[in-house]
Antibody, heavy 124, light 107 residues
Framework: QVQLVESGGGVVQPGRSLRLSCAASGFIFISHGMHWVRQAPGKGLEWVAFISYDGSNKYYGDSVKGRFTISRDNSKNTLDLQMNSLRAEDTAVYYC?????????????????WGQGTTVTVSS | DIQMTQSPSSLSASVGDRVTITCRASQSIRTYLNWYQKKPGKAPKLLISAASSLESGVPSQFSGSGSGTDFTLTISSLQPEDYATYYCQQSYSSPYTFGQGTMLEIK
């Protein structure tokens, strides 16, 4: 079945780094752009980053630009999020999600498949 | 950046009620508007894409409408499983912002 499984979350000190991964299965990974979305405790959903199907286009939210890097390995069907210079406000559940649009940047069709989320806690 | 504003922020309603949630974009996003349902401890679920297209498997009591800057999500007859937080999200241009959410509570 179509599935996304995140891993790599944990507790990290402010200023340190963490790398999240997302393993995809059950669909043609190379055909779709992928997103990271997060939800801080008691807060709403926040879009974090997008990478196009071939990795040529990458976009970031204002709060993570310059600190986070999204990447993908289409040979392994994996998506990553390298998070550097972490802050307390980065504490959240991080979800990877599949964009419904194929072979281009996001279209009007939204994120139709989501992982279960991985928790990142930034604390000293 | 495009700002997405939902109203109301919270709503109390009874089973069987008709509920409408609105979402306004700070500039035209054509029909690049998606609605998600979020329950505690669960991943978000895409309900409606492209402003009015019901996703496969989503009950028909959900519907969406609008274009440009003003959009609505309507639940025609609330069911117990519909109590959740609902988010709109624009996929027109980066950053692909979400609204602040509308928490739907049992009356």
């Amino acid at each position: 079945q179509v599935q996304l499984v995140e891993s790599g979350g944990g507790v990290v000190q402010p200023g340190r780094s963490l790398r999240l991964s997302c393993a995809a299965s059950g669909f043609i990974f190379i055909s779709h752009g992928m997103h990271w979305v997060r939800q801080a405790p008691g807060k709403g959903l926040e879009w974090v980053a997008f990478i196009s199907y071939d990795g040529s286009n990458k976009y970031y939210g204002d709060s993570v630009k310059g600190r986070f890097t999204i990447s993908r390995d289409n040979s392994k069907n994996t998506l990553d999020l390298q998070m550097n210079s972490l802050r307390a406000e980065d504490t959240a559940v991080y979800y990877c999600a599949k964009d419904q649009q194929m072979f281009t940047i996001p279209g009007p069709y939204g994120m139709d498949v989501w992982g279960q989320g991985t928790t990142v806690t930034v604390s000293s | 950046d495009i700002q997405m504003t939902q109203s109301p922020s919270s709503l109390s309603a009874s089973v069987g009620d008709r509920v409408t949630i609105t979402c306004r974009a700070s500039q035209s996003i054509r029909t690049y508007l998606n609605w998600y349902q979020k329950k505690p401890g669960k991943a978000p679920k895409l309900l409606i894409s492209a402003a009015s297209s019901l996703e496969s498997g989503v009950p028909s009591q959900f519907s969406g409408s609008g274009s440009g800057t003003d959009f609505t999500l309507t639940i025609s007859s609330l069911q117990p499983e519909d109590y959740a937080t609902y988010y709109c999200q624009q996929s027109y241009s980066s950053p692909y912002t979400f609204g602040q959410g509308t928490m739907l509570e049992i009356k």
